[in-house]
């Protein structure tokens, strides 16, 4: 069994930073990469980023390019996202996912983790 356990989320001002951890246990050897999403309320789940486990390819939105860095820790089947310069549209709550195939589709992720409110007052 895969579970999948996020930590760092929190209240922050506007310009300001936060670290989010995400730990896996269980079956996690077929991973191919792990990524992030967020929801915010009344819209839909959105991709964020990703990194694949093996070579550690990187993957981002547009919209937060330049602000979030998402890094792994395979010793520790860990990833994390790093935001800078949060902004008030980054409000969510933020998923951590594993896909054994894909990269940046919501429906190529078979593991999620129970989520981490973020947000970010103006």
């Known amino acids: 069994q895969v579970r999948l356990v996020e930590s760092g989320g929190g209240l922050v001002q506007a310009g300001g930073s936060l670290r989010l951890s995400c730990t896996a246990s269980?079956?996690?050897?077929?991973?191919?990469?792990m990524g992030w999403f967020r929801q915010a309320p009344g819209k839909e789940r959105e991709y964020v980023a990703a990194?694949?486990?093996?070579?550690?390819?990187?993957h981002y939105i547009d919209s937060v390019k330049g602000r979030f860095t998402i890094s792994r820790d395979n010793g520790m089947n860990s990833v994390y996202l790093q935001m800078n310069d949060l902004k008030p549209e980054d409000t969510a709550v933020y998923y951590c996912?594993?896909?054994?195939?894909?990269?940046?589709?919501?429906?190529?992720?078979?593991?999620w983790g129970q989520g981490t409110q973020v947000t970010v007052s103006s």
């Open positions: 990194i694949t486990l093996s070579v550690g390819r990187l």
């Open positions: 269980g079956r996690t050897f077929s991973f191919y990469a």
């Open positions: 996912a594993a896909t054994e195939y894909g990269l940046e589709y919501p429906n190529d992720y078979g593991f």
